[in-house]
Structures are given as structure tokens and as C-alpha cells.
């Protein structure tokens, strides 16, 4: 089904942001819509790789000044960001819920996440610092220092409008490094909000850039000589592209892919700890988290009782537009309800017990929204596409195992490693568990572990390729490179010649 035009005012037409904002040329453009009503409410640009060009260049134009910037007057830059982002957070709220669909509360969750990256990177000062090594060898002294790239690609994901950009530029501009953000071309607002931000900040223009398009503009980032890393965040295949491609043209490449995350209850837990967290994890943002569960896994004899409590916390669930007083909002396209519908229907095919049916419902929305109400599967084996596959929406599997080894197992031989938690009273066991389990990011009695700013973010297996995570210690790494002084200030002894290895003496 075609999404309505908006009637009461004109479809904005949005723009590059290169310096300011810039019309898009290309003559393509994309349908932005308002998930809760079905109305489409802006046409992004998509860039030709010609505009691709001119948006690189202007941030490579930028490079030298910023990266010989005194470290003291680009913290004071990114404080000067923060408190305008914390005065301003509701709008940038408003703005993804209008966009991706998520209630306003949830937005401002996201914001905040974001912000925990822009506080650590006003920690530059410190987190760049070398080291220093006095009378290496007699008379020599060492000394590391890390350095900026230059222009650094990012290319984000509809389901984190802001704090999936906000995981790489802060650290990035903070460094002096210049950004060229491509978001996605569903969700396109919050980049250019947050450009003219960073503007009012009193970042120079050319620093942070913002190229809207879809692979055109993606393939130019990484294919450009000019573009030295590049940060992508989105599903599995394209991961896995993005960093193929970005490698082969000699980048440094981050790419962090889908997810399956499983949550594990043991019989000692908490069943109504539980049955809330699989709840919050499960249906939070309409399941379209890369760190959502996906699948609970029921160790025992507990599924009986821990399914019908959370069949009934779910049933209480109210699912509308996240402007007014709902728990859950719509998904973010027609395309992806019904990607979204088409599992739950092959989930009931495949004979797994359809405890809790979304598909319809009573929807607090006006409008042709996208909407599916929370949905649970019991019985659901591992053969099934709802196992198998990131559906990325509001359907929660239950898998019914026996041991605490066998949970193991599974978690161990599925493809993905974003995160996973565990439910339990038993310190060995949850010990154990983090101990052995695959996965990047291990929640324990914690369902959603996504780390604070100052750790790293990332998964394992195809929910990452590269080995360098996001923010934190990692994210600094990766948007710096290192070099090693080596320095004798003569005395005025003369070394003499020696044509063999440098030694230390
Ligand atoms: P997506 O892969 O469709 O799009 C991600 C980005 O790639 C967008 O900017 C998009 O314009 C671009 N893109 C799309 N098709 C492309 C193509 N053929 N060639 C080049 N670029 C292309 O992902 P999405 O649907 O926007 O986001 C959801 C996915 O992102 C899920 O799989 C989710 O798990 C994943 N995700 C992962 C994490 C993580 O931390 N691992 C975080 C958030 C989202």
C-alpha cells in the first residue's frame, strides 16, 4: 500500500548539509514517512556520486585547520554541544519519533545514550594522550603521539536516528578528524538538526557534513581516495559489503552488522524479573533494537508459567502513535510490517504455538500506521525463520531447553554475537556463562546490556566486521593513528657511523 501525502502543509524537501545546506541535484529523491499516520512528510535527496564528491571535498577542506586546532578550543566546542543538546533534547526526540515511530520517551532514551559519547569525548585531552620514555637508550628519548585520519564516513541505520551517529561523530570530531555522515534515507531529519547544532556550537563549517543518498552514496564513501575510515552500521549483508569494499580501497573499516540476540532464564530466576525484562527487551521500540531479544530461551521446567507471564504483560501493552501515552509505537515502513507480518504468519505455519498475535489490534493511532502490536511464539524450534532469521520487529520466540548446556549451545552456534543475557540467582552460573558464551555484550540479570560510553560497543561474528568496537577506548583507536618518536638532542659527542640495526646502548 502507497503512504498517503500529507495534507494540511507542503512536503519538505530536504537537503545535503556541506558548509550549510545544500539542494540536492540529482533529481532522485525518496519518500520520507510519519510511521504513525502513513503520510509522507519529506523528500530526501539522493546524492549522485558527483554530489558525493563535492560534500567529501568540502569536508577535506576543512581538515587542516581542525586537526591543528588546540586541543583546549575543540573540548570547548563539544561542551558548548552538549548543554545546547541537553537545553534542546526534546526536539531532537520529537523529531525520530516523527520519523521512526518510537515513543517520545524511548527518542529521548536515545538522546541521552548519544550524549554519554559527546560527555566521553570532551575527555579528548586525556583519551588521545601518548607516552613518553626518558633515556630510551643513552641520551635517546621515545615518545607516541596519535593522530587524526582526516575526512571519516559514517553511514547510520533507521532504527537509531541520533544515537547510532552520535556512537562515532563525537569521538571522531573531538580527535580532529572531519565527518561525512550519510543517514538513513528513511529517518534523514535528525542528521541535518543536529549539523546545524554542532553550527550553532561554533564547530567550523566543513567539520561535520551531512551526504543523504542511498548506495550511490554509500559505494562513493567507500571507494573515494579522500575518505580514510569508514564507521557503517546496519544489517548483515551490507556489513559485510561495506567492509569487503572499504578494505579492498585500502580503508580502516568498522561494520557492525544484524543480531539474534537470546536471553536465557534458569529455574532459579526470578520469573517476574524475567517476564518484565523479556517484555521491556522484546517489544521496546517495537523490537527494532539490534540489541532487542529475539529469543528467550526457557531452561526446564519454567516455560509453562514464565510464558503466561509475559502473554499477559504483553496483552497490556498499548501500541499507537509514540506522540500520545503508548508503550509501544508502529514499525517504521509499510514494507516492514509486512516483512514483519509475513514471519508471524510462516512462525503459525511452521507449527510453533502463537500465544500472543499482533497482526491486528486495537491501535490508539489516526492514519494508515504502520503498526503490529507485540507478538509471542512458544514451542518455536530451530528450523523455523522465526529462529533463523532477524525479523527486526515486535516478535518475541519462545525455545524451550532442558539444560543450561543445551542454551549454551544454541547461543554458540548461531550466527550472530551482538548480545545475549542471563536470567539467574546463581553467581557460578552467570559467571560461567559470560565466561564461555559468544557474544560481544553479556547482560546478567540486565536484558538490553548496551555498554556506557567509556566501554566499547560492538558484537562478535556477523554482528561485527573489523575488530575495533564503538566509542570508548576502541572508538579512539580507531579515529586516531599512532606514531612513535624516536629523539636524541645531541650532546655534542659525535655518535660516529655504524651501518648495522639501531641497538639500544
Ligand atoms: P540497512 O542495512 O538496510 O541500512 C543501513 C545503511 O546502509 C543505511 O544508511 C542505508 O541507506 C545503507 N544501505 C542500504 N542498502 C544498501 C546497499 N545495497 N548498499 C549500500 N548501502 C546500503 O539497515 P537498516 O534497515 O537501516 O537497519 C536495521 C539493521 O541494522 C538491522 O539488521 C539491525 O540489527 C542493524 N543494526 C545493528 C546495530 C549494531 O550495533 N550491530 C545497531 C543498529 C542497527
Same mark, same amino acid.
Given at each position: 500500500?502507497?503512504?498517503?501525502?500529507?495534507?494540511?502543509?507542503?512536503?519538505?524537501?530536504?537537503?545535503?548539509? %556541506? =558548509?550549510?545546506?545544500?539542494?540536492?541535484?540529482? !533529481?532522485?529523491?525518496?519518500? @520520507?514517512?510519519?510511521? &504513525?499516520? +502513513? /503520510? *509522507?512528510?519529506?523528500?530526501?535527496?539522493?546524492?549522485?556520486?558527483?554530489?558525493?564528491?563535492?560534500?567529501?571535498?568540502?569536508?577535506?577542506?576543512?581538515?587542516?585547520?581542525?586537526?591543528?586546532?588546540?586541543?583546549?578550543?575543540?573540548?570547548?566546542?563539544?561542551?558548548?554541544?552538549?548543554?545546547?543538546?541537553?537545553?534542546? %533534547? =526534546?526536539?531532537?526526540?520529537?523529531?525520530?519519533? !516523527?520519523?521512526?515511530?518510537? @515513543?517520545?520517551?524511548? &527518542?529521548? +532514551? /536515545? *538522546?541521552?545514550?548519544?550524549?554519554?559519547?559527546?560527555?566521553?569525548?570532551?575527555?579528548?585531552?586525556?583519551?588521545?594522550?601518548?607516552?613518553?620514555?626518558?633515556?630510551?637508550?643513552?641520551?635517546?628519548?621515545?615518545?607516541?603521539?596519535?593522530?587524526?585520519?582526516?575526512?571519516?564516513?559514517?553511514?547510520?541505520?533507521?532504527?537509531?536516528?541520533?544515537?547510532?551517529?552520535?556512537?562515532?561523530?563525537?569521538?571522531?570530531?573531538?580527535?580532529?578528524?572531519?565527518?561525512?555522515?550519510?543517514?538513513?534515507?528513511?529517518?534523514?531529519?535528525?542528521?541535518?538538526?543536529?549539523?546545524?547544532?554542532?553550527?550553532?556550537?561554533?564547530?567550523?563549517?566543513?567539520?561535520?557534513?551531512?551526504?543523504?543518498?542511498?548506495?550511490?552514496?554509500?559505494?562513493?564513501?567507500?571507494?573515494?581516495?579522500?575518505?580514510?575510515?569508514?564507521?557503517?552500521?546496519?544489517?548483515?549483508?551490507?556489513?559485510?559489503?561495506?567492509?569487503?569494499?572499504?578494505?579492498?580501497?585500502?580503508?580502516?573499516?568498522?561494520?557492525?552488522?544484524?543480531?539474534?540476540?537470546?536471553?536465557?532464564?534458569?529455574?532459579?530466576?526470578?520469573?517476574?524479573?524475567?517476564?518484565?525484562?523479556?517484555?521491556?527487551?522484546?517489544?521496546?521500540?517495537?523490537?527494532?533494537?539490534?540489541?532487542?531479544?529475539?529469543?528467550?530461551?526457557?531452561?526446564?521446567?519454567?516455560?509453562?508459567?514464565?510464558?503466561g507471564k509475559i502473554a499477559d504483560r504483553a496483552k497490556a501493552l498499548r501500541t499507537g502513535d509514540g506522540r500520545r501515552s503508548c508503550d509501544m509505537g508502529p514499525l517504521v515502513t509499510m514494507a516492514a510490517k509486512e516483512r514483519v507480518t509475513g514471519y508471524v504468519d510462516a512462525g503459525e505455519a511452521a507449527g510453533a504455538n502463537l500465544v500472543v498475535d499482533g497482526r491486528t489490534g486495537d491501535f490508539d493511532a489516526d492514519g494508515k500506521g504502520f503498526f503490529v502490536g507485540p507478538t509471542l511464539f512458544d514451542h518455536v524450534t530451530t528450523d523455523m525463520s522465526i529462529y533463523t532469521d532477524e525479523i527486526f520487529g515486535p516478535v518475541?520466540?519462545?525455545?524451550?531447553?532442558?539444560?543450561?548446556?543445551?542454551?549454551?549451545?544454541?547461543?554458540?552456534?548461531?550466527?550472530?554475537?551482538?548480545?545475549?543475557?542471563?536470567?539467574?540467582?546463581?553467581?557460578?552460573?552467570?559467571?560461567?556463562?559470560?565466561?564461555?558464551?559468544?557474544?560481544?555484550?553479556?547482560?546478567?540479570?540486565?536484558?538490553?546490556?548496551?555498554?556506557?560510553?567509556?566501554?566499547?560497543?560492538?558484537?562478535?561474528?556477523?554482528?561485527?566486521?573489523?575488530?575495533?568496537?564503538?566509542?570508548?577506548?576502541?572508538?579512539?583507536?580507531?579515529?586516531?593513528?599512532?606514531?612513535?618518536?624516536?629523539?636524541?638532542?645531541?650532546?655534542?659527542?659525535?655518535?660516529?657511523?655504524?651501518?648495522?640495526?639501531?641497538?639500544?646502548?
Amino acid at each position: 500500500m502507497a503512504a498517503s501525502m500529507k495534507a494540511d502543509e507542503a512536503v519538505s524537501t530536504l537537503y545535503h548539509w %556541506a =558548509g550549510g545546506p545544500q539542494r540536492g541535484l540529482s !533529481a532522485r529523491f525518496s519518500d @520520507v514517512t510519519d510511521p &504513525a499516520t +502513513g /503520510e *509522507v512528510t519529506a523528500r530526501v535527496p539522493l546524492a549522485s556520486e558527483e554530489e558525493a564528491a563535492a560534500v567529501i571535498a568540502t569536508a577535506k577542506a576543512a581538515f587542516p585547520d581542525w586537526r591543528d586546532t588546540s586541543l583546549a578550543k575543540r573540548t570547548r566546542i563539544l561542551f558548548a554541544f552538549r548543554e545546547l543538546l541537553n537545553a534542546r %533534547a =526534546g526536539e531532537l526526540a520529537a523529531i525520530i519519533t !516523527a520519523e521512526h515511530g518510537k @515513543v517520545l520517551s524511548d &527518542a529521548a +532514551g /536515545e *538522546v541521552a545514550r548519544g550524549q554519554e559519547v559527546v560527555e566521553f569525548a570532551c575527555g579528548i585531552a586525556h583519551l588521545i594522550k601518548g607516552s613518553a620514555t626518558e633515556n630510551a637508550s643513552t641520551n635517546v628519548d621515545v615518545h607516541s603521539i596519535r593522530q587524526p585520519l582526516g575526512v571519516v564516513g559514517i553511514i547510520s541505520p533507521f532504527n537509531f536516528p541520533a544515537m547510532v551517529p552520535m556512537w562515532f561523530f563525537p569521538v571522531a570530531i573531538a580527535a580532529g578528524n572531519t565527518v561525512v555522515l550519510k543517514p538513513s534515507e528513511k529517518v534523514p531529519t535528525a542528521a541535518l538538526w543536529i549539523a546545524e547544532l554542532w553550527r550553532e556550537a561554533g564547530l567550523p563549517d566543513g567539520v561535520f557534513n551531512v551526504l543523504n543518498g542511498d548506495k550511490t552514496a554509500v559505494d562513493a564513501l567507500l571507494t573515494h581516495p579522500d575518505v580514510k575510515s569508514v564507521s557503517f552500521v546496519g544489517s548483515t549483508p551490507i556489513a559485510k559489503y561495506v567492509y569487503e569494499t572499504g578494505t579492498a580501497n585500502g580503508k580502516r573499516v568498522q561494520a557492525l552488522g544484524g543480531a539474534k540476540n537470546h536471553m536465557v532464564v534458569l529455574p532459579d530466576a526470578d520469573l517476574d524479573l524475567a517476564a518484565d525484562q523479556a517484555v521491556n527487551a522484546g517489544f521496546g521500540s517495537a523490537g527494532e533494537r539490534c540489541m532487542a531479544i529475539s529469543t528467550l530461551v526457557a531452561v526446564g521446567d519454567i516455560a509453562d508459567v514464565l510464558v503466561g507471564k509475559i502473554a499477559d504483560r504483553a496483552k497490556a501493552l498499548r501500541t499507537g502513535d509514540g506522540r500520545r501515552s503508548c508503550d509501544m509505537g508502529p514499525l517504521v515502513t509499510m514494507a516492514a510490517k509486512e516483512r514483519v507480518t509475513g514471519y508471524v504468519d510462516a512462525g503459525e505455519a511452521a507449527g510453533a504455538n502463537l500465544v500472543v498475535d499482533g497482526r491486528t489490534g486495537d491501535f490508539d493511532a489516526d492514519g494508515k500506521g504502520f503498526f503490529v502490536g507485540p507478538t509471542l511464539f512458544d514451542h518455536v524450534t530451530t528450523d523455523m525463520s522465526i529462529y533463523t532469521d532477524e525479523i527486526f520487529g515486535p516478535v518475541l520466540s519462545v525455545v524451550r531447553v532442558d539444560t543450561y548446556e543445551q542454551a549454551v549451545e544454541l547461543i554458540n552456534s548461531n550466527p550472530y554475537g551482538n548480545g545475549t543475557a542471563i536470567f539467574t540467582n546463581d553467581g557460578g552460573a552467570a559467571r560461567k556463562f559470560q565466561n564461555e558464551v559468544e557474544v560481544g555484550m553479556i547482560g546478567v540479570n540486565v536484558p538490553v546490556p548496551v555498554p556506557m560510553a567509556y566501554y566499547s560497543f560492538g558484537g562478535w561474528k556477523n554482528s561485527l566486521f573489523g575488530d575495533t568496537h564503538a566509542h570508548g577506548t576502541d572508538g579512539v583507536h580507531f579515529f586516531t593513528r599512532g606514531k612513535v618518536v624516536t629523539t636524541r638532542w645531541l650532546d655534542p659527542s659525535h655518535g660516529g657511523i655504524n651501518l648495522g640495526f639501531p641497538q639500544n646502548a
